[in-house]
């Protein structure tokens, strides 16, 4: 015997409908270093917003740009290597034992916001060993804390006392000085980390290295790093809200863009789940007629998610989506073979014609034409295996509802 337990939301069909999502994506401020200060004009060091050393007094990178007046890579100082993404990136010394006084940096990254407690994140930055360093090495990780770091007073010295969260594995050594190298993982916040920082939390003794270039005057490594990230392990899909738009105009959905799940994101326009319309994680679009948009997303530490948006051509058609949504009644609660619709103004219903079942990968697997002749539909689902399905009514507009369908046995 079939059971049927149904959901009826305002939204499209598909099942990728997640409310209350966080507009927050990549935790990181200015994980790219394309967001430069007045200093950039002037100075390779403190150039980028968000990111300054532990001890302000101090300085933990310099600033590699394609851009004038500086424009600087990719020739900088010591390295010939172009940023991964954009315009900048940033360079550190982590090991330099021959040096005397203090010689290492530790970018620090002032988050978006403090992570939560007991949420797993996904880490990533990606890496280049700058072309003059003698030597390549493996201790390379990124510590996240709290307000605490400000205490630090010497913070150009090994920080042993700190224990990176995600870490190059000990024995990986890199010397690439050609590509940029990605440095991944995950771990679990505590729920006070407030800041990241960047650099070689390991004394100079248990540093691994494999040496690279022995013509150069410096003994040790300069690090260059590009698009920093931090992300939710289960990071959901995000379209953004149902939207009206006036005909002729744009309007934006999904994420604001960002480099660490702009690659990740695909959009299409529905029914067309073949041919993408764009590569990022939010766009601007300007239908002619009411559309529904889909995003997937497929990013390095998570599954497989999507999400959907309708945009509706005329200033009103939201509301009146709403109010129709309201007016519904399904029963039995639950069903077993059939489930009724019910609408107490037929009136506002006699152009909503077709019906259509949806399994939970969007694809269709049965349409027919309804009539709420007498304010009724009766709908069998008899024939539907086990699992979760979603019916979807529109107009003639393209206007929908979808009910959301889980059968068991």
């Not at 899909?237 to 744009?250: L, R």
């Not at 764009?278 to 990013?299: C, E, F, H, M, N």
């Not at 948006?309 to 009644?329: A, C, H, Q, R, T």
């Amino acid at each position: 015997m079939l059971r049927l337990w149904y959901i009826w939301t305002f939204s499209f069909f598909l099942p990728f409908l997640y409310l209350g999502q966080s507009q927050i994506a990549n935790y990181v401020s200015n994980g790219s270093f394309e967001s430069l200060n007045t200093n950039s004009l002037s100075s390779y060091y403190n150039a980028v917003n968000y990111w300054q050393p532990i001890d302000t007094n101090k300085f933990a990178d310099f600033l590699a740009t394609l851009l004038q007046p500086i424009a600087n890579a990719p020739h900088a100082g010591s390295t010939f290597q172009y940023p991964k993404t954009g315009n900048n990136y940033i360079g550190s010394t982590l090991f330099c034992p021959t040096c005397t006084g203090n010689a290492r940096g530790y970018p620090r990254n002032r988050l978006k916001q403090t992570l939560s407690a007991n949420v797993t994140y996904c880490v990533k930055y990606f890496i280049s060993i700058a072309n003059m360093s003698t030597c390549g090495m493996d201790a390379i990780g990124a510590y996240f804390g709290n307000s605490t770091l400000d205490t630090i007073n010497y913070c150009n010295i090994p920080l042993t006392y700190l224990t990176p969260q995600v870490q190059n594995p000990t024995g990986n050594i890199i010397i690439d000085t050609l590509n940029w190298v990605a440095i991944t993982g995950t771990f679990v916040a505590n729920g006070t980390e407030k800041y990241m920082v960047l650099g070689n939390f390991k004394s100079n003794a248990t540093t691994n290295t494999i040496a690279i270039n022995t013509s150069s005057v410096v003994a040790g490594t300069d690090v260059c790093f590009d698009d920093v990230s931090v992300i939710e392990l289960n990071l959901p899909a995000y379209a953004g809200p149902d939207k009206s738009v006036i005909p002729g105009d744009s309007v934006f959905i999904g994420r604001e863009p960002d480099f660490a799940i702009d690659s990740g994101c695909t959009w299409f326009k529905l029914p067309n789940l073949t041919t993408a319309i764009d590569t990022i994680s939010g766009l601007w679009v300007k239908p002619t007629v009411t559309t529904a948009y889909v995003v997937r997303q497929i990013l390095d530490c998570s599954s497989e998610k999507w999400d959907t948006v309708m945009v509706y051509i005329n200033p009103v058609g939201l509301e009146k989506l709403k109010l129709l949504s309201e007016e519904v009644k399904i029963y039995p609660v639950p069903a077993k073979d059939f489930v009724e619709l019910s609408v107490p103004n037929i009136d506002s219903w006699k152009d909503f014609r077709i019906l259509a079942i949806y399994n939970n990968l969007g694809q269709i697997i049965r349409e027919e034409e309804i009539n709420f002749k007498g304010g009724n539909v009766s709908i069998n689902v008899s024939d539907l295996p086990a699992g979760v399905y979603f019916m979807k009514l529109t107009n003639s507009e393209n206007e929908g509802f979808s009910k959301k369908l889980i059968i068991v046995k």
